[in-house]
């Protein structure tokens, strides 16, 4: 219940109050712009400036990045720091208006936001780029968000508070009330914020390079366009500045117009940074076209705004001498923006320019390519060469992951793919109907609750998710009729489909059709031609044509042949219907069986496209929803790279069945290891450091495991460890939704008749596990929020075995399994293992200790216990 109220508290309360804040602030500037007095230090338009400034750079990061918990962090710094510029509007319009407005808007005044600055920049600072590795690090930081946070209630308390402060502690509540003076209020914020500023420089030390160049745009925007102003803030409660200031008034206003155009630094920066190099998750549709706007805009603004700075000092100091407004410090800083604004003036259209060249370089490569294939669609003769030229021509401009062109056979009323790369569709299903129904280029995404191509049946929404399709463009005939159409993967940069990219393929579709409509009349009336013979179904099958039946399977040594086939020819066994294809068309041959189990099987195949040998693995079939969901989060586990990650090489699907295909470790498993006996201490803590070093790879990139086990771990052909399967690894912000995919049973690497299988491990009893249930963690089985310690109490699991050599939950049914795994019941280490070296026991006991505080807090931590235990048995 706590927890949820804090989350409500900061989540909510807050961000509502300061939305509230800055909307009747803007009001207040607007009622008492007229009337605002005049101040030769500071210009009443600068509140309306800071207000929209941050207010759009806080919208673009809370709106956007509603996935990504570090973007709405400092989105909410960027809120809560603007409601400071609220306080001057409010207490003018105030003194303007009569009950009961002006006391309301003093009562909005009194809510001082800008106190929980420092802690939502601290929550940032501590998740971003990723949360720190070493568990010190990250307690400290926590206790500065916390410390940060009391800090934030207590000022928000005491200002509201402040009027009805006794007579002897008024001079006290005048430090902490920001417009009485605000010394304390306004030091203990900025120096919190500084001292975040200062970590997260310190937290970009041990990022790679380029990650740091990423970090470096985003830092340079913050603090060189927030520390002047900061610095000048702290500066004016020190006497002798303030009096100078005081005395000095146009000083003081050149430099408060200074650090205000310097401020423009902070939402430009933080946007490029956000929508350029993409250092935080922020999902916006047309996020290339606000890259696009983001960076003319940059330009623009570097040349109009030290000339309107330069126009609006001239016309505020129209009276004085000429003398006297081009003297002293005053005429440096003129000549400099007069300097820069006609310098970015001078190079304008050649910046211009080269935003167009970097922003639409490929659009408009993309353009000149489309136009012209439309003209050469015409001089196509037939329907192979149309599709041919289709598919080749629309990849170069787009650069997508898959693309066909399906063309209407009258003959059988089915949709094919002239060079065979996908499925037949019936041209009478439900799908087919919707496509020639749509006049449009078609988008297929399934997850929309909104898409009409969710209401289709199963068979159909799984042969688009086979397809890997994400826009259908239709070709129709003239009477309406389909002719075929063109399925376009997602493009490998990402973006989406653009409007200009869906003009341009529906111009396409259009050529097309009336090639295709002329190959229609000319097939018109003949035969169907000669039966073909099974030689010629072998020869297109092994060419890597799509095939309609399931491949044969020899059960006793697992070799797979095309569906035709009676008899293996190794064991001469009579053949028995697989569960999968011969081929998977234009992708992978599959081969041989190399293992099975309660997920699924694993097969030995080829990668058709680059002839490579491959693993893939079959899984469970899922709804085509959770097919394309598995897809997405397969592509998140590839970005991930390391020497002991066996690496995914992407997810397909066939009729319902999602395939994980891998690297194909020719060394086995480490299941298969330990089944021929007990592995060595120093072989173990090896492995365990591998291992441990590929799981903080793995975090880092905010993906858990969740399946650590001996069959998920591989070696290769030179003995190198790799851990494997990323069958059901999820991106850490995305695992609330992990409760939907059920179960998943035992090692699935093994023959059925292993003995290591022969533990229940069926999870029927519930529906909220994932993993298998000898590994889980106490925490899993509770059911608790996924974590790091997930995985790490799996790894200790398995080590441990390695040593014992056999499995340590077995025995009994799932339910006292599960009471033994979440009471910690491990097997004494001292009694199982009298002989091993002392360091071991230590290792394990913390490992695997009931109280997850108690365990490695990280995979770096973990990893750093198994090197000194290493040490120590080297040195033994």
Not at 148 to 163: D, E, H, K, R
Not at 392 to 402: Q, S, T, Y
Not at 579 to 587: E, I, M
Request: glycine share 6%; net charge positive; proline share 6%.
């Amino acid at each position: 219940m706590a927890l949820v109220l804090k989350r409500l508290f900061w989540t909510r309360l807050v961000p509502a109050l300061a939305c509230l804040k800055a909307a009747a602030g803007l009001a207040a500037f607007f009622l008492s712009f007229r009337s605002a007095p005049p101040d030769p230090t500071f210009y009443y338009p600068l509140y309306l400036f800071f207000l929209l400034e941050f207010g759009a750079t806080a919208a673009l990061l809370i709106l956007g990045g509603r996935q990504d918990p570090r973007a709405q962090s400092l989105g909410f710094f960027f809120l809560a720091g603007l409601t400071s510029w609220a306080n001057g509007p409010l207490s003018l319009a105030a003194s303007r208006l009569d009950a009961p407005w002006g006391p309301l808007l003093l009562t909005v005044k009194a809510l001082q936001l800008d106190g929980f600055m420092a802690c939502y920049l601290w929550a940032f600072v501590r998740d971003f780029p990723a949360p720190p590795r070493s568990a010190r690090t990250l307690r400290r930081i926590d206790a500065m968000v916390t410390a940060s946070a009391a800090v934030g209630i207590t000022l928000f308390a005491l200002n509201l508070l402040g009027p009805l402060a006794p007579a002897g502690l008024g001079a006290f509540f005048d430090l902490l009330v920001p417009m009485r003076g605000g010394g304390i209020y306004y030091g203990l914020i900025i120096s919190l914020t500084a001292g975040a500023f200062a970590c997260l420089v310190w937290k970009g030390r041990s990022l790679e390079d380029a990650e740091y160049r990423r970090l470096r745009v985003f830092l340079a925007g913050l603090v060189c366009g927030l520390g002047p102003m900061l610095t000048e803030i702290l500066l004016e409660f020190l006497r002798p500045y303030g009096e100078y200031g005081e005395s000095h008034p146009r000083y003081k206003l050149a430099v408060i117009l200074s650090f205000s155009a310097l401020t423009v630094l902070v939402p430009l920066g933080t946007a490029y940074a956000v929508l350029v190099h993409r250092v935080l998750d922020v999902r916006l549709i047309a996020r290339r076209a606000l890259q696009y706007a983001l960076a003319r805009y940059s330009a623009l603004t570097l040349a109009a705004v030290p000339i309107l700075a330069f126009l609006a000092y001239l016309f505020a100091n129209s009276d004085e001498k000429l003398r006297d407004l081009f003297s002293g410090v005053r005429m440096l800083l003129l000549l400099s923006a007069a300097a820069v604004g006609v310098t970015a003036l001078r190079y304008r259209s050649a910046l211009l320019d080269a935003v167009d060249r970097q922003f639409f370089r490929e659009q408009y490569d993309a353009r000149q390519i489309l136009t012209l294939l439309v003209e050469r669609i015409r001089a196509t003769g037939d329907v192979a060469s149309l599709a041919s030229l289709v598919a080749r021509e629309i990849d170069l401009a787009l650069h997508l992951e898959g693309i066909s062109l399906l063309v209407l056979d009258t003959r059988s009323n089915m949709l094919n793919d002239p060079r065979r790369r996908t499925a037949k569709l019936e041209a009478s299903s439900p799908l087919a109907l919707e496509i020639s129904n749509a006049s449009d280029p078609l988008p297929t995404d399934l997850e929309n609750p909104r898409s009409s191509l969710g209401r289709l049946p199963e068979k159909d929404r799984h042969w688009l998710v086979d397809s890997g399709f994400k826009l259908i463009v239709p070709i129709l005939a003239r009477d309406g009729s389909l002719l075929g159409m063109i399925g376009l993967g997602q493009k490998k940069s990402g973006l989406p489909f653009l409007k200009e990219d869906k003009q341009l393929l529906h111009a396409i579709a259009s050529s097309s059709a009336w090639v295709l409509e002329l190959a229609q009349l000319h097939s018109t009336g003949h035969s169907t031609g000669p039966r073909r013979s099974r030689d010629a179904d072998l020869e297109e099958t092994e060419a890597g044509l799509p095939s309609p039946d399931l491949a044969k399977e020899c059960a006793s040594c697992g070799t797979l042949y095309p569906p035709y086939t009676v008899f293996c020819s190794q064991c001469s066994r009579r053949l028995e219907v697989a569960h999968v294809p011969y081929v998977l068309p234009g992708k992978f041959r599959f081969e041989r069986r190399i293992g099975s189990g309660g997920m699924g099987v694993v097969y030995r195949g080829a990668d058709l496209a680059l002839g490579r040998p491959v693993a893939v693995k079959t899984l469970r079939r899922v709804s085509p929803e959770d097919a394309m969901r598995l897809r997405r989060e397969a592509r998140t586990a590839a970005a991930v790279t390391h020497r002991h990650l066996a690496p995914v090489y992407g997810m397909e699907t066939w009729q319902g069945t999602p395939m994980l295909v891998l690297e194909l470790l020719e060394g086995g498993t480490l299941t298969q290891r330990i089944e021929k006996g007990r592995m060595a201490p120093l072989e173990m803590v090896e492995l365990g450091i591998a291992m441990a070093d590929a799981l903080a790879q793995l975090h880092a990139a905010d993906i858990l495991h969740r399946d650590i086990k001996p069959s998920n771990i591989g070696f290769t052909r030179d003995n190198v460890p790799k851990l494997m399967d990323f069958g059901i690894a999820r991106a850490t912000f995305d695992l609330r939704r992990d409760r939907l995919l059920g179960t998943m049973e035992d090692d699935d690497q093994l023959p059925p008749t292993a003995v290591w299988n022969q533990s229940p491990t069926s999870l029927t009893i519930t529906k909220q596990l994932v993993g298998t249930l000898s590994y889980l963690s106490p925490e899993a089985i509770n059911n608790e929020t996924p974590s790091p310690s997930f995985d790490l109490w799996s790894l200790a699991i398995v080590l441990y075995e390695c040593l014992l050599g056999r499995k340590i939950f077995t025995g009994g049914d799932a339910k006292q399994l599960m009471a033994r795994i979440r009471l910690g019941r491990v097997p004494e280490f001292s009694q199982v293992l009298p002989d091993a070296d002392p360091a071991l026991e230590e290792l394990f006991r913390s490992a695997l200790h009931k109280t997850v505080s108690r365990r490695p807090a990280t995979a770096v931590d973990m990893r750093r216990r198994l090197e000194a235990v290493r040490d120590k048995l080297a040195a033994s």
